[in-house]
């Protein structure tokens, strides 16, 4: 199935849309643009995609509609925000109530990666933010930039989309719900303590104790909160710090991984590489 989505051949629909094609620059090292518009439907109608190298991010400004995606129907109305992968199948409709849309189409070859990371950190294929308007603005600015002459706007498009993709992180959580909320006001003290002690050697079971918290529930939330988890986020906070100790002191390498906590030197080496990927020595030299 090959179906054009918003056919601007179709009469459903009344459309205003750029279809943009981007430098080979763009296409190989950027966040690109392939489509953007809006819509206003005047029949009811279902358009469907599958296998497209692309992903779709849409706000419904108005009216009411469905859209089916990985075997799921998600109920649309006024102010909800979509997000999806679309090499995977969908389809949407609009109901009775005939929606008005804003779209945009774009593409990375970072981009399946970063979606990876926007459904690990709870991000959903549709949530209603508190807020559109931060939404329709850069959908607006976006095709302002694509119908333009500016000559580096791929670099600006790139720009905006980062935007967009930040936002989507964002808000995707729903920071209205109060489930949400709990596990955050749990969570501060914790990462608090983190970043005050992080060079101490810290225990999942030690933390567990000091805020009476069960660890495997610590464990969760702290990963469904941050994107990462408790030692992943130790390490980056000692890392960064052996960073600036490497660049501007003149400590010795093992002295450096005793001060951030890593006091095994051949763990503090193989930690730096892995995260930097280059030694300790040798990025103090390449700095």
């Not at 949400?180 to 225990?203: F, G, Q």
Request: hydrophobic content about 35%; aromatic content about 12%; some cysteine.
């Amino acid at each position: 199935m090959d179906q054009e989505l918003f056919n601007p051949q179709s009469s459903s629909v009344t459309s205003s849309r750029i279809l943009y094609t981007p430098s080979t620059f763009a296409r190989t090292s950027l966040l690109h643009l392939q489509e953007i518009g809006s819509l206003q439907a005047i029949h009811q109608h279902t358009s469907t995609r599958t296998n497209l190298t692309s992903f779709l991010c849409f706000v419904v400004l108005s009216g009411e509609g469905t859209l089916s995606y990985e075997e799921q129907t998600y109920q649309l109305g006024e102010g909800d925000c979509v997000f999806i992968d679309c090499r995977k199948a969908y389809s949407h409709s609009t109901s009775d109530n005939l929606w008005s849309l804003q779209w945009c189409h774009f593409y990375a070859p970072s981009l399946p990666a970063v979606y990876e990371k926007y459904k690990e950190r709870g991000g959903l294929p549709v949530f209603h933010p508190a807020d559109i308007e931060p939404f329709t603005t850069l959908l607006t600015d976006i095709y302002d930039l694509a119908s333009s002459s500016d000559y580096i706007r791929d670099m600006r498009i790139n720009e905006k989309l980062g935007s967009l993709l930040t936002l989507l992180m964002e808000q995707s959580w729903h920071p209205e719900s109060m489930t949400v909320s709990r596990k955050r006001l749990e969570l501060a003290a914790v990462k608090e303590y983190l970043d005050e002690h992080y060079t101490e050697k810290i225990a999942l079971d030690d933390l567990s104790e000091r805020f009476f918290i069960n660890k495997f529930y610590l464990s969760k939330i702290f990963k469904e909160t941050y994107g990462t988890t408790v030692n992943s986020y130790l390490i980056s906070k000692r890392i960064t710090r052996a960073k600036q100790l490497l660049r501007f002191t003149d400590m010795t390498v093992d002295e450096i991984g005793a001060a951030v906590g890593m006091a095994d030197a051949n763990y503090f080496s193989r930690m730096f590489r892995k995260v930097e990927g280059i030694s300790p020595r040798g990025y103090r030299k390449q700095w």
